[in-house]
Antibody
């Protein structure tokens, strides 16, 4: 079945680094864009980063820009996010999410709509001294 | 960045009764193609978030038909026609315009009375 399994979370000191991984299975990973979404303790959902199906077009939330780097290895069906210069406010659960897509046809033009249709169970990052 | 504002933030509901959550965006989510670029997600206790509604009003696969989305421009509503105990969770709206950042509303916590 379609599955996303995150790993790599843990306890790290402020200023430290982590690399989170997300192993995908049950679908053609190389055909889908992917995202990272996080939830700080007691807070709501926050989109963190996106990467297109072919590794192009990387996008980041302002809160992580310059510190987070999203990447993917389509040969290994794996999504990554390298997190540097960790801050206490980066603590939380990090979800790997698949970008589902639907296509709409209007007149002669095709439009694409992306939504988050498959979520992993998440991996927890705790930034604390 | 687009700001998404939900109300109420807390929603106690009696089972079998309807529920309604409002979501407003700081700019119109009506695309030039005529579609509304808005999603609804629910985060149930102990589970991962899941997609409920996309394109403003289309139910995701497997979502019961007691859930419906409506609205246009910058004002949207998620309705549950008859709340069930399994609907407990936090509901989020999120704009889906293609250029990030994607922003969620603050979340509405639905609980059973």
């Amino acid at each position: 079945q379609v599955q996303l399994v995150e790993s790599g979370g843990g306890v790290v000191q402020p200023g430290g680094s982590l690399r989170l991984s997300c192993a995908a299975s049950g679908f053609t990973f190389s055909a889908y864009g992917m995202r990272w979404v996080r939830q700080a303790p007691g807070k709501g959902l926050e989109w963190v980063a996106s990467i297109r199906f072919d590794g192009s077009n990387l996008y980041y939330a302002d809160s992580v820009k310059g510190r987070f780097t999203v990447s993917r290895d389509n040969s290994r069906n794996t999504l990554y996010v390298q997190i540097n210069s960790l801050r206490p406010e980066d603590s939380g659960k990090y979800y790997c999410v698949r970008e589902g897509e639907t296509t709409m046809l209007r007149v002669v033009r095709r439009y694409h709509y992306f939504y988050m249709d498959v979520w992993g169970k998440g991996t927890t990052v705790i930034v604390s001294s | 960045d687009i700001v998404m504002t939900q109300s109420p933030l807390s929603l106690p509901v009696t089972p079998g009764e309807p529920a309604s959550i409002s979501c407003r965006s700081s700019q119109s989510l009506l695309h030039s193609n005529g579609y509304e670029y808005l999603d609804w997600y629910v985060h149930k206790p102990g589970q991962s978030p899941q997609l409920l509604i996309y394109l403003g009003s289309k139910r995701a696969s497997g979502v019961p038909d007691r859930f419906s989305g409506s609205g246009s421009g910058s004002t949207f509503t998620l309705r549950i026609s008859r709340v069930e105990a399994e609907d407990v969770g936090v509901y989020y709206c999120m704009h889906a315009l293609q250029t990030p950042p994607y922003t969620f509303g603050q979340g509405t916590k639905l609980e059973i009375k």
